[in-house]
């Protein structure tokens, strides 16, 4: 971004977005999110920990404790309810993901697909019913 651009904005630009996810054990969560999904650990707060951050490149979720559960039954499943999406730039990286995350035994809701409106997504279930989709351009 040059200076001019910056200096004609007449609005504030959004520079990025942190999803929220609901668990029940935040050093759980954080452990299958560095183990299985190959995030690290930004920040683990509290003690015991309420609250922790993960990220992956430029991809952080923030990982909130709770002690009841947010959503009746099987209705996040049911009704296709995300917690998450996160993007990636190529066709390539999208099948990459898919199959690094496959190998490392992770639970999928949607495998991975093409969709109509021209995207490669799917979405994997964190062990506390979270759905995080994946998406990157189908060709």
């Not at 099948?95 to 190998?103: I, M, P, R, T, V």
């Not at 949607?110 to 490669?120: F, I, V, Y």
Request: aromatic residues 10%.
């Amino acid at each position: 971004m040059t200076r001019k651009i910056i200096a004609t904005r007449n609005h504030p630009v959004l520079s990025s977005t942190e999803a929220q996810l609901y668990v029940a054990d935040v050093k759980a969560s954080c452990a299958y999110f560095t183990s299985k999904l190959g995030f690290a650990i930004a920040v683990v707060y509290g003690d015991p920990p309420f609250y922790g951050q993960v990220h992956r490149d430029n991809a952080r979720l923030n990982l909130r404790m709770v002690c009841e559960p947010v959503f009746v039954g099987d209705i996040r499943e049911r009704e296709h309810l995300l917690s998450a999406s996160i993007t990636v730039e190529t066709p390539a990286e999208i099948k990459k993901l898919f199959l690094e995350f496959q190998a490392s035994g992770v639970r999928f809701s949607q495998a991975l697909k093409k969709e109509p409106w021209g995207a490669r997504t799917f979405i994997i279930v964190d062990p506390d019913g979270n759905l995080v989709l994946f998406a990157g351009p189908a060709e």
